[in-house]
């Protein structure tokens, strides 16, 4: 698989170039929003995802890997930089280090869970995509990018807020 290039934590903010990001509000505690996120099974609710897989051993951190799995014949391998664990607030980011898919330079994304005034949490995912080819190549794949992240955030709100 074609290797990719790291990103750095603080490169994955709202508003930067290439990223996308969308929060939900659930009823959930952020120990059970947490606890799907980082299970034998995370993202399992998520219909443009067939498979995610850790590929390290428990405990999970900063060092972690799993393999995600599209469809047949795409793939990537992900390790996780960052990862924070408390009662209030728990969080991680990986990149993606290598990807069976062409076009791809670097991908990263963010996972942060935040307890609410008055109980529940609020689920923020933060995705950061850059492209071979810049800008032109940006614009064209856009509205591919929005309906992936769209589908993404219905599969999350269905399946926290159920």
């Excluded at 443009?48 to 405990?59: E, G, I, N």
């Excluded at 047949?72 to 728990?90: K, M, R």
Aim: proline fraction near 7%; aromatic fraction near 10%; hydrophobic fraction near 45%.
């Amino acid at each position: 698989m074609p290797a990719l290039r790291p990103v750095a934590s603080s490169e994955l903010r709202a508003g930067a170039p290439g990223v996308l990001e969308f929060s939900i509000r659930t009823a959930r505690s952020v120990e059970w929003v947490w606890g799907e996120l980082t299970s034998d099974d995370p993202l399992h609710w998520c219909k443009a995802l067939r498979s995610v897989r850790w590929t390290s051993p428990r405990p999970l951190a900063a060092g972690s890997t799993r393999r995600v799995v599209l469809g047949p014949g795409l793939s990537a391998d992900e390790i996780f930089f960052s990862w924070e664990e408390a009662e209030q607030v728990c969080e991680n980011a990986f990149y993606v280090q290598s990807v069976t898919a062409p076009g791809l330079r670097r991908m990263a994304e963010r996972y942060r869970v935040e307890a609410q005034p008055g109980g529940g949490s609020l689920f923020t995912w933060t995705l950061l995509v850059e492209l071979h080819g810049g800008a032109p190549v940006a614009r064209l794949a856009a509205p591919v990018l929005k309906l992936v992240v769209a589908s993404l955030r219905r599969d999350t709100e269905k399946f926290f807020t159920a």
